[in-house]
């Protein structure tokens, strides 16, 4: 039975590693071909994409909107999780379960709805549109995190705090700040990477007016193969690895992860 456990999980991670190892290998073609395994090694599909403008501009353009939208996500998302949790306000429950709904929904319904908002607005095509949509639809993820951080508080230490005087204010300040402070760096990080590889809603909202990395992926795509493409995607794969490493090392992963704190 282990041996067949063995064997099932290894398939598994071969399938999982087997587009990346193929991907690397791409990435590393010294001719201009999408061949695999690699024909020649070289890495000048890496300095390619760092020394034209027609693919740094549309990362460094990505990264500013996927920065830009996890900021204002996480901004939105706090106040509303500490408010449901402390307060537990009708208005404010309402609003939660409205800030969880994108997620229950195929992203190309939630593209045509802010769609329809932007044109109706006049403002198709802007890059604030692409900011704000990112931001409505992955608001989701914050207010997830940070719910879990707040939930898993030991509620003594705050009716301590204001048996002995202290405001709101400070409490928050305090005690509820530093201890879901873990929790906001993932929510940020998970909205900021999901945005980051986001194309859908990009596209629908500003079309080919604002070129984020993804959709100049698409548009090499319909005018030929470059193995530019793959060091892309090895590239921010690594991003997201690293920035995914550093909540496993520095935040509360099994929390994070919906672990059950009753047991600590």
Do not use: C
């Amino acid at each position: 039975m282990m041996i067949l456990k063995r064997f099932f999980f290894s398939l598994v991670v071969l399938y999982l590693v087997a587009p990346l190892v193929i991907i690397t290998g791409v990435s590393l073609n010294a001719q201009k071909r999408l061949f695999f395994p690699p024909q020649g090694l070289s890495l000048r599909w890496y300095f390619e994409f760092f020394s034209q403008a027609e693919w740094y501009l549309p990362a460094l353009r990505s990264l500013s909107i996927a920065g830009l939208a996890a900021l204002i996500a996480m901004s939105i998302a706090l106040p509303l999780a500490y408010t449901v949790w402390r307060y537990d306000i009708k208005l404010a429950r309402m609003l939660y379960f409205l800030g969880l709904a994108p997620f229950a929904l195929p992203p190309v319904i939630t593209a045509l709805g802010a769609l329809a908002l932007w044109i109706v607005l006049q403002s198709f095509g802007k890059p604030y549109t692409v900011v704000l949509s990112h931001a409505a639809f992955l608001v989701t993820l914050p207010l997830a995190t940070i719910s879990l951080g707040l939930q898993s508080m030991n509620a003594e230490s705050i009716e301590a705090a204001t048996t002995l005087g202290a405001d709101n204010s400070t409490v928050f300040r305090t005690i509820v700040f530093p201890y879901i402070r873990p929790y906001m760096m993932a929510g940020f990080v998970f909205a900021f990477v999901l945005s980051l590889n986001e194309y859908i809603i990009a596209f629908m909202v500003a079309g080919f007016t604002v070129e984020t990395l993804p959709i100049k992926i698409f548009n090499s795509l319909r005018y030929g193969y470059t193995p530019v493409m793959a060091s892309v995607s090895v590239i921010f794969f690594l991003l997201a690895t690293l920035l995914f490493g550093l909540i496993g090392k520095f935040g509360d992963l099994p929390k994070l992860l919906g672990a059950d704190s009753s047991s600590d």
